[in-house]
């Protein structure tokens, strides 16, 4: 079984600081996603990285995927109460039938007024 | 603009008895997929399909079925519920394979809050 560590499992900061959470594996993934999840829904798409060392930036938010394509980060600068939630990574890997996803343990991030 | 629809969106369940639930997509998607949330341990995949009339075991199927007969539907039953069934269930769709340069994006329904007593 693969598995994709997140660090932190909590998050709690104040508005207008920044922060970073990790995701990493032993394997390697042929892309990998990151979503947000509020409560009582389920999770969103953020975005997808998909080759070794890409950086993509979404607003105030910078993802990046790994070298080898065996980890990735999230950087959220100067964080808004709006970005409150939890963040699932996600590798998708090669597979004979369906798109398959290995979802992270995930990080809540509480960011305060 | 309805995407994945889930019903129920909540249940509660008594040890051994059975159900079912329902996922809808309204997206023409082929692949359908069911996962279980539990906390500090992400979303593991129960069972996928990845067209009508097909299903196949994900990272943990043991006490779940699944059926596809039509392709907007994919319905996850439990046939003797048991206390540790207790969970958030996902049903996501998308609409081919992932991999390389063309990675495919799952979408999520609302879930369902499930209790076993």
């Known amino acids: 079984t693969q598995l994709l560590e997140q660090s932190p499992q909590f998050l709690s900061i104040q508005e207008g600081e920044n922060l970073t959470v990790y995701c990493n594996s032993s394997s390697v993934f042929s892309s990998l996603q990151w979503y947000r999840q509020e409560p009582g829904e389920g999770p969103v798409l953020l975005v997808t990285v998909v080759t070794g060392g890409e950086v993509k930036k979404l607003k105030r938010l910078t993802f990046q995927f790994g070298d080898a394509r065996k980890d990735s980060s999230l950087h959220i600068t100067a964080a808004q109460p709006g970005d409150t939630g939890l963040y699932l990574c996600a590798g998708a890997v090669l597979t004979g039938g369906g798109n398959k996803l290995t979802f992270g343990t995930g990080t809540q991030l509480k960011v305060e007024l | 603009n309805a995407g994945v629809t889930q019903t129920p969106k909540f249940r509660v369940l008594k040890t051994g008895q059975s159900m079912t639930l329902l996922c809808a997509q309204d997206m023409n998607h082929e692949y359908m997929y069911w996962y279980r949330q539990d906390p500090g341990m992400g979303l593991r995949l129960i069972h996928y399909s990845v067209g009508e009339g097909t299903t196949a075991k994900g990272e943990v199927p043991d006490g779940y079925n699944v059926s596809r007969l039509k392709k907007q539907n994919f319905l996850l039953g439990l046939e003797s519920a048991a206390p540790s069934q207790t969970s958030v269930y996902f049903c996501?769709?998308?609409?081919?394979?992932?991999?390389?340069?063309?990675?495919?994006?799952?979408?999520f329904g609302a879930g369902t809050r499930l209790s076993v007593l």
């Open positions: 996501a769709s998308s609409s081919g394979l992932a991999g390389g340069l063309r990675p495919n994006i799952q979408y």
